[in-house]
Structure formats: C-alpha cells, structure tokens
C-alpha cells in the first residue's frame, strides 16, 4: 500500500482550515497544506499553529504558484520562515522564483516542482537540471501528471525519475489535461504511476491532487488503493 496522501487544495477549496478535519477519520498520514493562490498564504501561516495536524507524519505546504513581483516574493520568503522553522517541505513553481539566493537558505526543504508543458520553464529533465545547478540543496516535488502532459509518452516522465531519484521527496499524482488542468482520478493516472513507481524511493509521499468533494474523500481513499493492488508494477 503506498503512502497516501491529499492537497487540501482539492478538498475544500480555498480553505486549509476546513480541509484538514476532512481526514481525520481515514487512515491518511501525508497533507500538503495548499496556498497555491498568493492571497491563501498568509491565512495559511496564520493558522498553522491552531491546526490540528497531529495524524500526520508527513506535513508540506505547497507556496503561492505565480508569483508576479520580487516584492511578492521576498515577502513569500519571509512568511515560509515560519514553515523552514518546523522542518516541513516546501513545494515551489520554480517559474516563480526570481531570486535563487533568497530561496537558497531553505536548503533541502525546498522541492522544486516540474511543470507542465505551458510553464515558461522546469518541464524537462534538463531545464530541472538548471534548476538544481542554482539551487543544489533542493529536491524534488515530482509530479507525474505534469510530466505526463509534457510528455504523453512518458519518456520525460522516467527521464526525470532517473536522473533526479534522489531528490525525489514527494509525488503529485492527477490527471491534468491538455490544457493544464488537474481532474477526476482516472485508471490512466493510476496506470502511469504505476509503470514508474519502482523508480520512485520508498515510502515517498504522494499526494494525490485528483477533483474531490468532501463527501467522497473515504470512497477515493478506498478506490485508489483496491485499484493500485490490481494493478502489476
């Protein structure tokens, strides 16, 4: 059984606070607290003390995904001081940084993320390869289904997982269309991930980023697992 886990970007949807309860009745031990829009992050930080996260072994909070200004981003850097200090991860667009220095001193807190193929850069294994030169201290958040977008064939997808095993920290897992966007679990998402996950190290967190209601949270739980044991690596 592989070690799953949820965005609360998909949960409830603009609001981490009510997103989180949502698990607390399921065998979950993984969350990303999600801020992916700028104006989610510093309610975000503000809650993460009055937040009850006590059933997970395994806490990252995915940063803002387009940040439009420097300003916007050393003001960024300044609010995840908060997340460095209690030893989370840290999920980062990498067309968002500007700065690789200010981002530097999160050392291998900070996964850098692919992208998908309308992203200005970090798609490829070797545009992430660039990435890494600047910033050698992070690791990666690898998302198949970005890498799938890019790469229907998946040969990016294994590229990525070979040459940057080691800093693989966390997985996304989704469907994402041709248009970047993320929807419903499909057999086929769960079909790509299950011809490289023998890349993937063990135990690796993957955060599933799949279209959920509230209501179908233990029923998706329940799918995903009973479809993956029928499926052979």
């Known amino acids: 059984m592989i070690n799953i886990g949820f965005s609360t ?33 510093q309610p975000l930080i503000n809650s993460l003390d009055n937040l009850d996260l006590s059933q997970f072994s395994y806490i990252s909070v995915h940063a803002p995904g387009k940040i439009k200004s420097r300003s916007a ?6 609010l995840l001081k908060k997340v460095q200090a209690k030893n989370w991860p840290i999920i980062m667009h990498p067309d968002s940084i500007y700065d690789n220095k ?12 692919n992208l998908t193929s309308h992203a200005r ?7 992430l390869e660039t990435i890494f030169e600047n910033l050698p201290k992070a690791n990666l958040c690898f998302d198949i289904g970005h890498a799938c977008q890019y790469d229907r064939a998946m040969h990016e997808a294994r590229k ?13 897992l ?49 799918t995903i697992n009973n479809a993956l044991l029928s499926i052979p690596q």
């Open 9 to 41: 970007g998909v949960l409830f949807p603009f609001s981490t606070i009510d997103s989180v309860p949502l698990l607390k009745d399921t065998s979950i031990k993984s969350i990303e607290l999600s801020a992916l829009r700028q104006h989610e992050l």
């Open 73 to 78: 981003e050393r003001s960024n850097v300044k």
């Open 102 to 113: 200010a981002w530097a001193d999160f050392g291998n807190l900070l996964l850098i993320e």
């Open 121 to 127: 850069f970090g798609r490829s294994a070797e545009e």
């Open 160 to 172: 990525i997982a070979v040459m940057f095993q080691s800093k693989i920290r966390q997985v996304h």
């Open 174 to 222: 989704s469907e994402v269309d041709n248009n970047g966007k993320h929807g419903k679990l499909t057999f086929t998402c769960l079909l790509d991930f299950r011809s490289i996950e023998y890349l993937l190290p063990n135990n690796t967190p993957v955060i599933f980023e799949v279209a959920v209601t509230p209501y179908e949270v233990s029923e998706v739980i329940e």
